[in-house]
């Protein structure tokens, strides 16, 4: 408790106004002091002061304690119906479950916590796991510090790196990886010729690495909640050494929150970016590198000499074929709340997208059902993508201005000047022209559309002429 307060000094108002007393600290004004008081009673209160919580905090009228009332109901065995309507009086909102009005939340961001609500929130974090409180010291839980919202930073029912990382994990030649079958589908990844897979079903139970491939410092951060499995260099310019990253076991939007080992910064898994803690204020931005999703079969295909993960990973888990998360990805819905847009996609509908300078685009994957050549473009860059929507593949390349169309040949196209070999890092043409791959990835819409922080463009097909398919 001491630790709190030195630590916390937010932590020390509701600590102290809880029947004790705390000298040289204070509240403002005799509101304050029964707001954190009674928030702190809904979740630490007995049934009597839980009671009489509700009908102090509904009566006082003001939806500033709505952030405490939808975390209690969460954690609150009883009392859900009574918090709800409670709810409902002072936001003039109808809902019942926690999921629900952890949507409300989101889409209402001028209904700002009673400044209590942070030491409130941080001790239910503390009384989960004591670790949580590393990525909130000094003022870095403060509003102003974070660039999310804490009332929208939800527990993601494990502790720390109870989802632990594999850091520079062993590699197994293609022929060792007698494991594997022809579909499982793996992250193939391509730097500076250092080919390697990394099977789904081993990165679901673990969902970070840390390794060098091709001389490159990288992390693969992989949110089985959102489908998005995205390759950062960890080593910005001007860093000596590079960011090590871990699973926090907090989630924003339904999206894993990754942290760096370094200074305990708490990063948004999609962007690349920190969101909480020292970091926040700089510049720091990751930069993505491209990423495939495939069968095993075509990988090895592909690349005979490619690495594979080692099933030996140090940790016991069933690496089984369609074991980890296995209902989640059977079903349509979604385990955390996240407020989804289904007027143009289903929430867990895959899509491909980009993020270019200043612009960002998503292609739904039945786009590619059969396997498509698209010409398109974002922002200012004309690309092709070449996928197939059987194994979620989808590559982008460069085309600049060049148009592409598909061929028999699965590994080549029909561009200018005659074929073009499809590599995994560039389109190469008959005299030798290249055209670089453009970084994507998979996710399900709910995650691209919910949690960019960028707007973006959605492809449709009836707006767009130039896609062939492969002559069968």
Known sequence: MNTLCFNLRILIAILCTHFVACPGIGLSADDDTMVAQQSHALLFGTKSEFKEAVLALRSRGKPDVAAAMILAIRYTRDGKRDLSTALQAITHHTATSWFDWMVWQQSNPQISPHPSYTGLKLKVLASIDQNFLQFFK????????????????????????????????????????????????????????????????????????????????????????????????????????????????MLYRSNKLMFNRQTNSLWNQFTGQPVVGPLVKSDVQLTIRPVTITSWAEWHKLHPQTTVLSVNTGYSRDYGPDVVYREYFASTDLMFPVKVNEMKLRQKDYIFGIRDVGAAK???????????????????????????????????????????????????????????????????????????????????????????????????????????????
């Open 138 to 249: 000094e003022d870095w839980a403060q509003p102003t510090s974070m660039k999310i919202r804490l009332e929208e930073i939800t527990w993601g029912g494990v502790r720390v790196d109870s989802i632990p990382s594999l850091d520079h994990p062993k590699m197994i030649a293609a022929a060792e990886a007698n494991y594997l079958l022809d579909d499982d589908l793996v992250f193939g990844i391509d730097i500076n010729g250092d080919t390697r897979a990394y099977p789904l079903r081993i990165m679901g139970w673990h969902e970070m690495f840390n390794d060098v491939i091709g001389g490159v410092p990288v992390a693969l951060a992989y949110c089985t909640l959102c489908g998005a499995g995205i390759v950062f260099e960890t080593q910005p310019e001007g860093r000596e050494q590079p960011f090590v990253f871990g699973s926090s076991g």
């Open 362 to 472: 998503a292609w739904p994957l039945s786009v590619f059902t059969g396997g498509a050549v698209i010409n398109d473009t974002v922002g200012f860059r004309d690309i092709v993508l070449i996928g197939d929507a059987a194994n979620r593949t989808v590559r982008a390349y460069d085309r600049k201005g060049k148009r592409f169309q598909a061929h028999s040949k699965g590994n080549r196209l029909q561009g200018p000047e005659g074929l073009w070999d499809i590599h995994e890092n560039a389109l190469v043409g008959p005299n030798g022209t290249r055209l670089n791959r453009v970084p994507g990835h998979i996710s399900y819409w709910f995650a691209w559309d919910g949690y960019l922080g960028i707007q973006s463009q959605l492809y449709t097909p009836e707006n767009h002429s130039s896609t062939s398919h492969p002559i069968k």
